[in-house]
């Protein structure tokens, strides 16, 4: 039972580049969200996904997009990566909406030049 | 207002010591609250969730008071590897979102 998996750990981009951050739960939940992490501000919600098909915007979820093909994947798109999007990004899923625990990936560490 | 405040720290507590820190939320309608523990570049994972009578686990207790809107965590008999960022979180059920503090940073020395 692997949990949460995300991929890539690690990323340095350009600025304009595009590129997407993949999450992957076996844990069959069916809510998913992807955060972002920066020093002093804590975690910001980007998007939510409640099921398959379903996806929503959180507190800042300009610049990126997200789908919801199937239960296990949430896959996030960064469109035109600039240097505000240098961060830590976290997936993590629940079994259902807006629970306290969340499962989190190890996390995704970005660095946009 | 942020809708989750936590003093960041850090809170330095010699080992065996007892540390207590107080998180505000802003949304008296939230509902439900958790904290998490975090440590060093690694992912937030669930330590528990606070009820409205309190609870305790081991040598954690969590308090709940609504009418001061404010949660908290106590840690007695510090051990070295307490030393994390422990994150408030709050829910409001209808918004599908958990709303996170920025972390009480918690060092605990020998």
């Known amino acids: 039972n692997a949990g949460v998996t995300q991929t890539p750990k690690f990323q340095v981009l350009k600025t304009g580049q595009s590129m997407t951050l993949q999450c992957a739960q076996d844990m069959n939940h069916e809510y998913m969200s992807w955060y972002r992490q920066d020093p002093g501000m804590g975690l910001r919600l980007i998007h939510y996904s409640v099921g398959a098909g379903i996806t929503d915007q959180g507190e800042v979820p300009n610049g990126y997009n997200v789908s919801r093909s199937t239960t296990e994947d949430f896959p996030l798109r960064l469109l035109s990566a600039a240097p505000s999007q240098t961060s830590v990004y976290f997936c993590?899923?629940?079994?259902?909406?807006?629970?306290?625990?969340?499962?989190f990936g190890e996390g995704s560490r970005l660095t946009v030049l | 207002r942020k809708e989750v405040e936590q003093d960041p720290g850090p809170f330095n507590v010699p080992e065996g010591a007892t540390v207590a820190f107080n998180c505000t939320y802003s949304?008296?309608?939230?509902?439900?609250f958790f904290w998490y523990r975090q440590d060093c570049r690694k992912e937030p994972k669930l330590l528990m969730s606070?009820?409205?009578s309190g609870n305790e686990d081991g040598r954690f207790t969590a308090q709940l008071n609504r009418a001061s809107q404010y949660i908290s965590l106590l840690i007695r008999d510090s051990k070295l590897s307490d030393s994390a960022t422990y994150l408030c979180v709050a829910f409001l059920h209808g918004n599908n979102r958990l709303a996170f503090g920025k972390g009480n940073q918690v060092v605990v020395i020998p």
């Open positions: 993590a899923s629940s079994y259902e909406s807006g629970t306290g625990e969340l499962f």
């Open positions: 949304n008296s309608a939230s509902q439900s």
């Open positions: 606070v009820y409205s």
